[in-house]
């Protein structure tokens, strides 16, 4: 049953009429309708700000994000791809104590996956000893044989991760997803906390929240800490597949801000094993590439043939450690989501250590038993394809229709090893304005990770927020946006 505002704190009813509190945890309200103690200063702010102010506070955002070309690409939409990012005006917060849990348990976590990618790539330590099973890592589609004994820079496979995080209707966070490809999305997490800086000045400053504006400079230390040893003062680039990639704007953006160039793969060149760009003064060796490119597309001579967006020759340059490559390639074999249900047992083979964060609970379709219960009741479940993202090939069992199950029921017989399955979450809710009023929507929690000499993790994050009403969906491919993520001093 839902649960109103208390009725003695309530002053605005233009903005807070009936905030329904539901089963899922609200970031802002206790269950009995009161506001939490980390979220008073934004709840006194709502209860004095007319709606009126809150609309204006609203359009100067945008206006904002508009002005600075904040956009995303949506595939396969007919009314015109490149939109405006999609950004909600009331900040979610998080403790200092909270954020120290998910600090401890980022850090843990991708440790033992940059562990286990050199474990999979040369002696396969963890497959002999039947920890995971080696059908389970040979038959994932992001698995590179071509990476077998290639040694990578101070063994850092992973050395940008963005891990997804929800939080469960008892408060706890637990890791939904890993991105350890190409994460995408740290350039809206940077440019919403510069908006909302201008927009609530006062309560940012009350609140006494963490920065987060270095992160692209610990993001070039980290690079930097990956270069040749013998290259003093090493050239790092950025690698787009270009303007009409879906996140280009946060490829020129990060490349700016680093003060690195932003290349395409026309702009480079291999020789005798070694890369350069070409510049108007010629050319000039590279020694790191921040790649934002999949790895199929890296090199037409050893992945896919058909490929103009990476360089010819880039893997033997690679191969023969004259180039770095952040990720490394191959990386995708640890966040496919079949691997995901074994990363508890990664921690506690490598680390020897139970995860600080829990997984949520996760059916493997290869497995006759977990495939037979979750065919049958599809309507519980939400599945998904292995190797997507974007929220693409999934099934949401509760807000799916009797066609839908029988399709997703045949795809997951045919193919059973590209689908998982997961319990239908309740996401945690935050406050939204809407419309003119502030509702609760279902969130989640993106934190990036940089792991080079040694671990960083930015205060804060990429608050995904899924703003059509009751949508768990939060990509914004699907309709989703974002919100600034506020981590507090104290």
């Not at 208390?6 to 945890?25: F, M, N, Q, V, W």
């Not at 600080?356 to 977990?370: D, H, K, Q, S, Y």
Request: aromatic share 8%; charged share 25%.
């Amino acid at each position: 049953m839902a649960t109103p505002v208390h009725p003695t704190t309530r002053r605005d009813p233009a903005t807070l009429p009936h905030y329904e509190i539901g089963a899922s945890y609200d970031e802002m309200f206790r269950p009995n309708g009161r506001p939490r103690t980390h979220y008073r200063h934004l709840f006194a702010q709502l209860m004095t700000l007319p709606a009126e102010e809150l609309r204006r506070s609203k359009q100067e955002a945008d206006l904002s994000f508009f002005n600075q070309g904040i956009t995303f690409t949506v595939y396969g939409r007919e009314e015109g791809t490149e939109r405006i990012f999609p950004h909600d005006l009331l900040p979610r917060i998080i403790t200092s104590a909270e954020w120290e849990t998910i600090e401890r348990g980022l850090i843990q976590r991708i440790t033992a996956l940059n562990l286990f990618l050199k474990d999979v790539y040369h002696e396969g330590r963890i497959i002999r000893d039947c920890v995971i099973p080696g059908e389970i890592i040979y038959t994932c589609r992001h698995f590179r044989r071509q990476m077998r004994g290639v040694k990578v820079p101070r063994d850092v496979y992973v050395s940008v991760c963005g891990t997804d995080l929800v939080r469960l209707p008892s408060g706890e966070f637990v890791v939904l997803e890993d991105n350890l490809r190409v994460p995408s999305g740290v350039s809206y997490m940077l440019t919403s906390r510069k908006v909302m800086k201008q927009t609530f000045p006062t309560l940012f400053r009350k609140c006494g929240v963490r920065p987060i504006e270095h992160y692209s400079q610990v993001l070039l230390s980290t690079l930097r800490s990956l270069a040749p040893l013998e290259r003093s003062s090493p050239t790092i680039v950025l690698l787009t597949p270009g303007v009409y990639n879906s996140a280009y704007f946060e490829h020129a953006y990060l490349a700016r801000q680093m003060g690195i160039e932003l290349v395409e793969g026309r702009d480079l060149l291999v020789h005798d094993n070694l890369v350069y760009m070409r510049t108007t003064s010629g050319l000039k060796r590279i020694d790191v590439i921040y790649r934002r490119v999949d790895d199929d597309f890296l090199d037409p001579l050893a992945f896919r043939e058909d490929s103009s967006l990476g360089a010819a020759g880039l893997f033997n340059a690679y191969r023969a450690g004259n180039v770095v490559l952040a990720n490394a390639l191959g990386t995708g074999v640890a966040d496919d989501k079949a691997i995901y249900a074994f990363v508890p047992e990664i921690i506690r083979y490598y680390l020897g250590e139970d995860a600080i964060l829990n997984n949520v609970e996760t059916f493997l379709m290869t497995r006759n038993a977990e495939r037979e219960h979750v065919c049958a009741n599809l309507h519980q479940y939400v599945v998904k394809a292995v190797g997507e993202s974007g929220g693409y090939g999934m099934l949401i069992g509760p807000h799916s229709t009797v066609e839908q199950r029988s399709e997703f029921r045949a795809r997951i017989l045919q193919q059973p090893r590209n689908y998982v399955a997961q319990p239908a979450l309740a996401l945690s809710t935050a406050p939204c304005f809407i419309d003119g009023r502030v509702e609760p929507r279902h969130i989640d929690l993106r934190p990036y990770v940089l792991f080079g000499e040694k671990a960083a993790i930015i205060p804060g994050g990429l608050t995904r927020v899924a703003l059509r009403k009751g949508s768990l969906v939060v990509n914004s491919s699907q309709g989703g946006g974002s919100k600034d993520t506020w981590v507090l001093q104290n």
